[in-house]
């Protein structure tokens, strides 16, 4: 339990905040990151596989919004499991959010560092991804209130430049070419067309992974009951017009094929278009950065906020929940999360499994920590609506229970087909989740002696 007296978080963010941090949440996924669903997919598959993903989203986030609008606490998916099935599965729970907050950071870093390298060939992409990180985490730091102007600031830059991209690159846009070599991606083309759209799922994902992230700041939402789900249904929206315009635009203006493996893929579709030396392009190269900011950012807040309540709890050493008593941010949970960001960066030889780059490595990881997230949250909403009927719930899942049921249904078949697509990355994640897990019995166990 935490001890009232101790620093408490603020609650001072509104609807329009909470819409910025839930958009910038994903933001990066539209510049970065989805690009190689297209080597395993084709255009034409991948698209396939984000509409799905798309409808999954959709279904998830109309429903996570009865849990936390319901349950406003900071925990998010671990106080939500914790009071459907119990303690140590809102720790499973926890840990596979931590996962997936941990492991996106890195991989937008990395992308803050290709494109920072673009302009200036002499800074090594991870040095410039090890900049980003800590220049934001010293953000993150100083204050919610600073860091949710900034995050509303560097989110509304991020969409107005993605609305530039697509104004400027619709004269040179064509279905032909979109289509061209469309069922099958560059390094795949021998593998069946599900196989193919399977194994660009996790880049589909990529387009709104973490947007529920915005749960882990409703301690500091004003009237979070009413406010969340007005930021909710909005950035979600936003999300899917921002994607689909972006991947159909950006893949049918030239050979598709040459995005496939790029960490910066709507610089080259731009060059297509305009030029190298057109104006647009260098505008894009420097606000292109503002979305992999503004994600980077607000992933980096969800994170420290998720490892903060788990330590209040117990799931995690005490240390990493504590809240500054100046700035009332959880500071310690921002350093473990920029520490493991920061190791992640260079840590090319344990992570790049499967002939995948460090980047996509990285990205299926947090994938793997969002899906199991989903799956357990959505079984809690449908043993809550049993256990606690009368549970204070502004906002009910429309549909239920059928569109809840197709989030839980479509988060276990997306698990179930990218673990077996990367069954190494499954095996990496499971130990994960373990030596999280054995971290807990230890603390749980020295709790247990002070106590005697």
Request: a neutral charge.
């Amino acid at each position: 339990m935490t001890d009232r007296s101790e620093p408490q978080l603020s609650h001072s963010l509104g609807p329009v905040q909470l819409w910025a941090i839930a958009v910038g949440l994903v933001i990066s996924g539209e510049y970065f990151g989805w690009s190689y669903g297209w080597a395993s997919a084709g255009t034409l598959g991948f698209l396939v596989a984000t509409v799905f993903v798309s409808m999954m989203y959709l279904a998830l986030i109309f429903s996570y919004t009865e849990l936390t609008t319901a349950m406003p606490k900071a925990g998010g998916p671990f106080v939500y499991v914790s009071a459907a099935f119990g303690r140590r599965a809102g720790l499973i729970a926890g840990y596979a959010s931590t996962a997936e907050f941990i492991f996106a950071p890195p991989a937008i870093a990395l992308a803050i560092g290709s494109y920072l390298h673009v302009q200036f060939p002499s800074l090594p992409p991870k040095a410039g991804a090890v900049i980003a990180y800590l220049l934001f985490m010293g953000i993150n730091i100083a204050g919610i209130q600073v860091a949710a102007s900034f995050e509303l600031v560097i989110t509304l830059a991020a969409i107005i430049e993605l609305l530039v991209f697509m104004g400027v690159v619709w004269p040179g846009f064509s279905w032909h070419r979109f289509a061209m070599h469309g069922w099958g991606g560059r390094d795949n083309l021998s593998w069946s067309l599900l196989g193919g759209i399977a194994a660009s799922i996790p880049f589909a994902i990529w387009f709104f992974l973490a947007i529920e992230g915005v749960a882990l700041t409703a301690e500091e939402a004003r009237s979070p009951r009413h406010t969340i789900p007005i930021a909710y249904v909005a950035a979600i929206i936003t999300l899917v017009a921002l994607s689909f315009g972006v991947m159909i635009l950006a893949g049918g203006v030239g050979d598709w094929r040459l995005l496939s493996s790029l960490n910066d893929p709507l610089p080259l579709a731009m060059k297509t278009v305009v030029g190298a030396h057109s104006p647009y392009l260098h505008m894009l190269v420097w606000l292109g950065l503002f979305g992999l900011i503004a994600s980077l950012h607000a992933i980096i807040m969800g994170c420290a906020r998720q490892i903060s309540s788990l330590a209040q709890a117990g799931g995690l050493p005490h240390w990493m929940g504590l809240i500054s008593p100046r700035f009332r941010t959880p500071y310690t949970g921002v350093l473990v999360c920029g520490t493991v960001g920061i190791l992640s960066i260079f840590a090319d030889d344990i992570l790049s499994f499967e002939g995948q780059s460090l980047t996509a490595s990285i990205v299926t990881i947090s994938v793997f920590g969002a899906l199991s997230m989903y799956i357990m949250t959505m079984a809690s909403l449908f043993k809550l609506r049993k256990i606690a009927p009368n549970m204070p719930r502004s906002w009910h899942a429309p549909g239920y229970p059928i569109i809840p049921a197709f989030a839980l249904f479509a988060a276990s078949l997306c698990f179930f087909v990218v673990g077996l697509q990367k069954p190494w990355l499954l095996a990496f994640y499971f130990l994960l989740l373990l030596a999280m897990a054995l971290g807990s019995y230890m603390n749980d166990r020295q709790s247990d002696q002070a106590e005697r």
